[in-house]
Structures are given as structure tokens and as C-alpha cells.
């Protein structure tokens, strides 16, 4: 899987959430959003390697945000149905509802306290099995 | 015997010429002839009658005949009127003649037993008869109706004679009335002969014409003609000797004082008495009053038609000017109609504007010439001279400028350039707006004198009072305009404003948050991993990590709802029911106030101006801040609204801890708490949000009322419904 995220801290905490989920995905992380797009195109080229089962994207990333890369894995070939949850600090209406217009299978806001981050794994599980289901 | 007889009839003759000779009247003339028939014939009774006009035979005089006799033989005549050559006819006996079969019982009553008919004539016929009665039967004899037709003949003559002299008479009488009429009459009668010589002249023509009659007598009517007329005289009595009638015929005729005078005449031919023209008689009246007051009232009539001309003209002028908003085209459009109302050649227009530094500008508009003709014009003084030279004057006009020493010296009378134009007649208008303000001036010129009247002035002075409206008008509107740009420019940057809080709002709740959630999350990783282990100072230190990192989140949180709180919601407040909002508050507060017991109530609120989120906001934060600040006892808040004055005061009325007098205005304060962060969470923003709300609509809030544990009573005022 796919872990989209530049605050260290966080992937500290979303690596802990998905030990804690017990699904054994081992995330390959990308820190800015130019190398999301380098990473995506080169997937696209290879015509061996897997899609990855599951990109959680942070929005707010240096260089290139969040939506395009969203944008750009739904317009590519391989990889366009790849599920994605958008895991962002960001609040904002306008992001909630560009997520969900460009087919991100969640959207999760960042809370400030470590309980709460759990919550995240509940919605991976079930992210994955409608994923599944399909 | 005959001899007797002789001598008695020639006595009777002379006698009867005599009488006749003395006779005055008619009646004088048939008494003598009937003296003379009865002495010189044996009849004892005899009578005259004679045609009157009407044809029927009457007495005229008798003797001794009866009435009833002579009524029953009125009319009776053996010969018709005018017969020639008619001889006497003799009845000797009535009852034996057939002839007067008819008369018989009338003349047997009269005693009458024989007649003689004596004819009556002269060249003319028959004109009437004589009547001898005899009482015995008698044929007349020859010598007495040879007598009979002696007398009659005379009385034939003096009956002529006598009533030539009646006709004369009364002919005389008649021309005594007419001389009469024509000395009284007020209009000179005048006559004169086929030649022209003045013939009569009456008190009339003395009054008139000036002469008296013995001045004019013999002279030639000519003497009364006019200049210019002589040709009249001669035209008019040629007409006359046609016979033909001149009838008021207006001319005019020249005084002795050499006063010329407007006459009507009438003149008329006189015929004498064989019909022929022996001259002319003319009446003439002096109309010369007459006619001078018919010019007057053609001209007053002219007048009050340019005056009618002149208002319709300025009416229509009004609603084209005021058609105009744009300035410039408006001074153009005055210049170029006033320029042709005048009558002018050329006109301008200056009028002042003030531009954008604030500066004072002379400008003009043109019209009837190319702008090259006005090169070099000399601008007017500034405005303060400009303005004092209308001082006082609406219309400055002057016929000639040549000739007026006051042409070139000063404004107004400079309004047109010297030089190549050439202009005499000059006309000038101020333009004044309704505060007094002299907004410009109008000129016009002609380049022949006198060209400008009282109705031109009248004219411009009208154009230019509505030329002064239609300037305010177009002033006002572009103020308008300009008020209006500005309220755009206005309210595009007040959009631009609440893009940039938006923007700023946006980032801030990113970019100020992520640190301070890193922060906590690495402080409660730490805390996990070590708070077990932390000694004494340093777990509290870690603890202070936490606590302000989520007390900074907190104050960032406050710090973007007090921005959201300044942006200016867009378009005008709309109306709003108080009493909706409040339930939509309590029923988010609904947490807060059943967690709290607390009991909310509220009495009649109105419909407000004013946004609903904001109203939901100032309820919002005022509800929870007074159930926050609770006593000991049960929470009650009661809400309110009282409308005055076009504004809405609410009430928010609480029982809580209440609040020192000395700290009422500190608590609207950014961040201004009175109490500890343990004591009370919070971080004194809500007030200080409460407050730019009510600000944007123009209201105010305030602490009523309140007093340490006696509650506390805020109000705000909001617009009423509008």
C-alpha cells in the first residue's frame, strides 16, 4: 500500500494504526507529492508490479497537493480503481466534498489526540471490505 | 238780357281771378269757383271733385249738397281719369234721363231735378268735373257751361299753380331738414362740382380738416389730399361721372395743419333734375383713432402669440434638456437650442466645473461657428468676477455693441471675441443654479444691430433658468453615478476583504494547527512511552507540553471564529424570526442545558434585520455563557425583546455568578477572562465575538445590569424589521 503523508509524526502514528489493524500492510511512504506522481507513473509503466491495495492520502503535501494525485491515479489505467482514504488535518468542507467527487472511499480528519487516531483503523477495515465485496 | 248776362259773367270772372290770385290754399281756389259757378248760373247748388291719387273721383268742395248725397255719389265719373276732349253732359230732368236711372231716389231726396257734368281738365285729361244742381228741371245753356268750363280752367291752373307752390313749399322744407342734417352731422359732408371745386363744406369737414367753409369754397379738393395720394381725386371723380358710387373707401387726407389723417369715405354722385351728375357729395369720417387702436390691438395680439409661441417652445425645451444626464452633451444640446431661439448667429456657453484636484475650469460649448472662429477666445475671468458680473442682471441686451461704451470693458458684455466676427447685437443670459451658485453664462450674437428683442430675451432668459435645473439634475445624477461607483468599488473590496479572511482562515486552521497537533500527538506518544517513568518537575513539564499545545489549539480555534465573526456578510440583512433562532440555539445547546438542569425561556421575539447565523451566534454565545457562569442555584435564563425606535433590544437574563460593575467593559475584551482557566473553561473570546457581530448592523451590546451572585442581564440591539 501506499502511504502519501510528509509529517514524520503522523507516519509514526498511521504505521502504528496499521499494526494495530492487524492486516500486515507494510506502506511504502512518499514525502512529497511530486514523488506520489513519479511513484503512480512508474506503476503505470510497469506492467508487472501490483496495484497497491490501499493509498491513504494526506492533502496538504510540498509541491503537489493531495487532489491532483487523486486526480491523476483516477485517470490513469492500471491503478484507477486503487481505494483511497484521505487522511488530512484539513476541515474544510471544500476538501471533504473534492474527495468525494474524485471517488476517495474515505476521508479521515487527523485528531490531536492518540485515542482517537485509532479510529482510523476502523475505517480501513471497512474500506477494504467493500473493496473486497466488488 | 244777354248784355246783362255778359256783364254778369265777366263781373264773376273778375271777381274769380281776383280770388284765385289771393288764393293761399286749395280749399281757397274751389271756394272761389264754386262763388263764381253758382252767381254766373242759374244753379242753386254745385260741388268740385277731383281724381285723387287712388283714381277714385271725391269732393273736394260743395254747397249746399248733403253728406249722404255726397257719399252715395263718391266715384261717380261719365268720364275716366285723363280722358281728352271730354265735353259737358247735360240731365235736364233726372227722372226723365236714363242715364242717372241709378241715382234717382238718391237725387229725387236731395231735391235735385236736373245736372249738368262740367269736365275738369288740362293738357293732361281729365283730372276732375264740376256739378251744377237745380232744384226745377232746366237744361243748362250753352253760356253757362261755357262759364262753367271758364272757371273750371282757371281752377284747373291755380290748382296746379297753387300746388306747385306747396310742392315748392314742402321741397324748400325738406332741403331746410337735409341742410340741417348735414350741419349737425360729426363726419365732413363735402360737395363739390364735376371739376372738383368744393361746392359745401359743414361744420364737419371744418372740425376735421381744420378750414372753414370760406376758406374752401371755390378751391379744388385736391387741397386735402394726402402725399403720395394725389391720384385719388381724379380716379374718384372720373368714378362719379360713371355714376358709379365709391363706398367706404379708407384713405388718408392732410389737415390744413398739415396733420395727416386715416379717413373712410363715401362718396356718392348728385344728379340734378334731369338725372344728370352735376357733382359729387363725400362723407368722410376720421378714423384715424380707429385705426390706431386696431394696430394696437394687432399687435397686442402678435405679442400674446410670441409670448403663447415662446412658453411652448420653452416647455418642450424643458423635458429635452432634462432628457439629458450627460453633462457635456446637455451644454451642448442648451447651446446649440437657445443659439437658435435667439435668432443669433452664433452663441456659447461657458460654465464652471471643478475637477477632480478640486480646481475651478472654465469650459464651453459652441454653436452656429466652427471652433478655429472662436481661436484665442478670451476665457472670462475666474469664477468669483464671472459670477459678480450677473450680479443683479438676468438679460444683459444691447442692440448695438459699436456703440455701447461698455462692449469689451468687462464681463458680461464680453462674452463673444472681437476680431474677424462681426458682432453688433448681443445678448447675454447667467445661468444660476437653485442654490445661487452661478453655474456658467449664455451669449449670442448677430452681426446686424437690433437683432435681439424683448421676446428673445424673455426666451433666453426662460432657456437658461431651465438649463440651470437640467445642470442640478445632471450634477445630482452624476453624484449619484459616482456615489454609486464608489458603493461598488466598496462592496467589491469588502469582497475582497472577506476572500482574503477566508483565505487567511483556510490556512490558519492549517497551517497554525498542524504544529500544535504534531506537538500533542509527539507529547502523548512521549507520555505512553515515558510518563510512567517521569520523576517529580518533569512529568509535570511534559504535562505543560500537553496542556498548552491543546490550549493553543484551543485559543486558534477562538482566534478563527472571532475572524469569521469580522467578515461582513454580503447583501442586506434579511428578515429573520428571533423566536425560530432561539429554538435552533436551544436545540444545539441541548447538551449544555440538560447537562447543566438548566431552564430557558423567553418571551415574544419579534422579526429582526439581521443575518441568521450572526443572530444564531450572539444567542448562541450569550445562552451557553450564562448557564456556563451558573450559581449554586438551579440555572434560569429568561430571553426577551423590546422594540424601540426602529431597533430591537434583547435580554438575556441569568441568575448566575454575576459580575463586578468595574469589569463590564473589560469582559468584551479580546481574551479578557475574570476568572482562572481551571475555574471556568473558555477562552474569553465570546464576548469579544458577540460584539463585531452587533457592530456590523450599526447595534451595540451591553451589561444591563448585574452584581456578584445576583445574575447578570446582557442586552444587545439589533435593526427592527425595516
Known sequence: MLLVEDNPTDEFVVKEVLDGCGLNLDPHVVRNGQDALRYLQALEQDGKAACPALVLLDLNLPKVSGLEILKALRKSLRCSRTPVIVVTSSSAETDRYAAKQLGAEGYFQKPTDLASYMELAELIKRVLEIQEES | ?722
Not at chain 2, 340734378?272 to 387702436?293: E, F, H, P, W, Y
Not at chain 2, 428673445?456 to 432668459?461: E, P, T, Y
Not at chain 2, 475572524?563 to 447583501?571: D, S
Not at chain 2, 452587533?694 to 442586552?715: D, K
Request: hydrophobic share 40%.
Open chain 2, 1 to 722: 238780357m244777354a248784355g246783362e248776362a255778359e256783364v254778369r259773367r265777366l263781373r264773376t270772372l273778375y271777381q274769380l281771378l281776383a280770388s284765385l290770385s289771393q288764393a293761399r290754399a286749395l280749399e281757397d281756389v274751389y271756394e272761389a269757383a264754386l262763388a263764381g259757378l253758382l252767381d254766373a248760373t242759374a244753379a242753386d247748388r254745385a260741388a268740385i271733385l277731383l281724381f285723387d291719387d287712388d283714381g277714385v273721383i271725391r269732393f273736394k268742395a260743395s254747397r249746399g249738397l248733403s253728406q249722404q248725397y255726397q257719399a252715395a255719389v263718391t266715384g261717380h265719373s261719365p268720364w275716366p281719369q285723363g280722358t281728352l276732349n271730354a265735353s259737358p253732359i247735360v240731365v235736364p230732368d233726372v227722372r226723365l234721363d236714363d242715364s242717372v236711372a241709378v241715382y234717382r231716389k238718391v237725387l229725387g231726396r236731395e231735391g235735385i231735378r236736373a245736372l249738368a257734368f262740367v269736365p275738369l281738365a288740362l293738357d293732361a285729361g281729365v283730372s276732375g268735373k264740376f256739378m251744377l244742381y237745380y232744384s226745377e228741371p232746366h237744361e243748362a245753356s250753352n253760356d253757362e257751361l261755357d262759364v262753367a268750363k271758364i272757371i273750371g280752367a282757371h281752377v284747373a291752373l291755380a290748382t296746379q299753380h297753387t300746388r306747385n307752390v306747396i310742392e315748392r313749399k314742402q321741397l324748400e322744407a325738406a332741403s331746410r331738414r337735409l341742410a340741417a342734417i348735414v350741419e349737425s352731422s360729426n363726419d365732413a359732408i363735402i360737395s363739390k362740382d364735376l371739376n372738383g371745386i368744393i361746392t359745401s363744406w359743414n361744420i364737419g369737414a371744418e372740425r376735421i380738416f381744420g378750414y372753414t367753409a370760406a376758406e374752401v369754397f371755390g378751391k379744388p379738393v385736391s387741397i386735402l389730399a394726402a402725399p403720395g395720394r394725389y391720384n385719388e381725386m381724379p380716379d374718384i371723380l372720373s368714378q362719379i361721372k360713371r355714376g358709379q358710387r365709391v363706398e367706404h373707401y379708407e384713405t388718408r387726407r392732410r389737415r390744413k395743419d398739415g396733420q395727416i389723417i386715416d379717413v373712410a369715405l363715401t362718396v356718392s354722385p348728385v344728379r340734378d333734375a334731369a338725372g344728370q351728375i352735376v357733382g359729387a357729395s363725400k362723407i368722410a369720417r376720421n378714423i384715424t383713432a380707429l385705426k390706431a387702436a386696431e394696430q394696437e390691438r394687432a399687435m397686442l395680439l402678435t405679442r400674446e402669440q410670441e409670448a403663447r409661441r415662446t412658453a411652448e417652445l420653452l416647455n418642450r425645451v424643458g423635458p429635452r434638456l432634462a432628457s439629458h444626464l450627460d453633462p457635456e452633451k446637455l451644454v451642448q444640446e442648451v447651446t446649440d437650442i437657445a443659439t437658435a431661439l435667439a435668432g443669433a448667429e452664433f452663441g456659447s456657453f461657458f460654465h464652471n466645473v471643478t475637477n477632480e484636484k478640486g480646481e475651478s475650469q472654465m469650459l464651453y460649448a459652441l454653436s452656429g461657428l466652427p471652433r478655429e472662429a472662436f481661436e484665442g477666445l478670451p476665457m472670462p475671468p475666474n469664477s468669483g468676477a464671472f459670477a459678480s458680473s450677473f450680479r443683479g442682471e438676468r438679460v444683459v441686451c444691447c442692440d448695438d455693441v459699436t456703440q455701447d461704451p461698455r462692449y469689451g470693458e468687462s464681463w458680461p458684455y464680453y462674452g463673444l471675441p472681437k476680431g474677424p466676427l462681426p458682432v453688433r447685437s448681443y445678448l447675454a443670459a447667467p445661468v444660476v443654479s437653485r442654490s445661487g451658485e452661478v453655474l456658467g453664462g449664455l451669449f449670442f450674437g448677430h452681426s446686424k444691430p437690433a437683432r435681439f428683442t424683448e421676446t428673445h430675451a424673455a426666451i433666453i432668459a426662460g432657456i437658461a433658468a431651465q438649463a440651470a435645473i437640467a445642470m442640478d439634475n445632471a450634477r445630482l445624477f452624476e453624484q449619484g453615478q459616482f456615489v454609486q461607483t464608489e458603493l461598488k468599488r466598496t462592496n467589491e473590496e469588502l469582497r475582497r476583504v472577506n476572500q482574503d479572511l477566508e483565505v487567511f482562515a483556510y490556512s490558519a486552521s492549517h497551517d497554525l494547527q498542524e504544529p500544535l497537533r504534531t506537538i500533542a500527538i509527539s507529547a502523548q506518544i512521549l507520555e505512553r512511552s515515558w510518563g510512567q517513568r517521569l520523576q517529580g518537575e518533569d512529568a509535570m513539564f511534559l504535562g505543560n507540553i500537553l496542556t498548552s499545545a491543546d490550549r493553543m489549539r484551543i485559543l486558534t480555534e477562538d482566534l478563527l471564529a472571532y475572524t469569521r465573526a469580522t467578515k461582513y456578510e454580503e447583501g442586506p440583512a434579511p428578515h429573520v424570526d428571533a423566536g425560530l433562532v432561539l429554538e435552533q440555539v436551544l436545540t444545539s445547546l441541548r447538551g449544555l442545558i440538560e447537562q447543566a438542569g438548566a431552564s430557558v425561556t423567553a418571551g415574544e421575539l419579534p422579526v429582526v434585520a439581521i443575518h441568521e447565523s450572526r443572530l444564531a451566534q450572539l444567542l448562541q454565545n450569550l445562552i451557553s455563557n450564562a448557564i456556563k457562569y451558573r450559581s449554586t442555584e438551579v440555572p434560569r435564563v429568561h430571553i426577551a425583546a423590546n422594540q424601540r425606535d426602529g431597533w430591537c433590544v434583547f435580554s438575556v437574563v441569568d441568575n448566575g455568578i454575576g459580575i463586578e460593575p468595574q469589569f463590564a467593559e473589560q469582559i468584551f475584551g479580546l481574551f479578557k477572562r475574570l476568572h482562572g482557566r481551571d475555574e471556568y473553561p473558555g477562552s474569553g473570546i465570546g464576548l469579544a465575538i458577540c460584539q463585531r457581530v452587533v457592530e456590523q448592523y450599526g447595534g451595540r451590546i451591553w451589561l444591563e445590569q448585574s452584581a456578584p451572585g445576583r445574575g447578570s442581564t446582557f442586552c444587545f440591539a439589533v435593526p427592527s424589521r425595516t
